[in-house]
């Protein structure tokens, strides 16, 4: 059984879409698999993300997903979880989002747990998101775009995953939105000789701009062979 964690160098990177395209590639090949988000923020009732992952996975809503399983905390505010937390009077107990974790574990072969924004969003005022990959244990799958800063933001989220422990197995570059060729091709150069020199373990996926409904097969042999 593997849990891997999902998590973006901000918010609106693409966490959504990368984890919905994992979960359909690792299904095309044979893996048992279910995606989670363990918090989401700004919406009611069934988890708006957890929607777009089986949309993308090409089915409908599970019977994990109605019981609350796949997102044990669904918060009203459009805001950072703690935040969002405080103003639906909601005390986020970080056990309740991994015991549904475990349960999920038991019935599959993988489970993507796709954070709410990036490393450092907090899910109280003292405990963040990446406290809470750290103290699991959970490999990363890291998002990252070709937007304006995003060298930055993603250079400083590699680097706080080394410095807490974090192992980070994919880095996966979004094309969308498309900042156009020599700003692609630049910051996947970039990315890449970042990570042969100072992440060598890492892998590398990218996500292409989705038209329509037409969702890609993505090359995901490596999450069904976990070291």
Sequence with gaps: MSVYFVSGIDTDTGKTIAAGL????????GARVITQKFIQTGCAGVSEDILKHREIMGEGAREEDRQGITCPYVLTYPASPHLAAE???????????ENA?????????VVLVEGAGGLYAPLSRGYFTIDYI??????????TSSKLGSINHTLLALEACRREGIRVQWLVYNH????GAPIAASSIAFFKEYLAARFPACGWLETPIIEGYSYPDLPVQGLLARP
């Design 134 to 143: 750290r103290d699991r244990g959970y490999p990363l799958i890291l998002v």
């Design 87 to 97: 103003i639906d009077g909601v005390s986020i107990d970080p056990a309740r989002i």
């Design 176 to 179: 969308y939105p498309d900042a």
């Design 101 to 109: 974790t475990r349960l999920l574990e038991q019935r599959y072969d």
């Design 22 to 29: 994992i979960a359909r590639s690792l299904a095309r090949r």
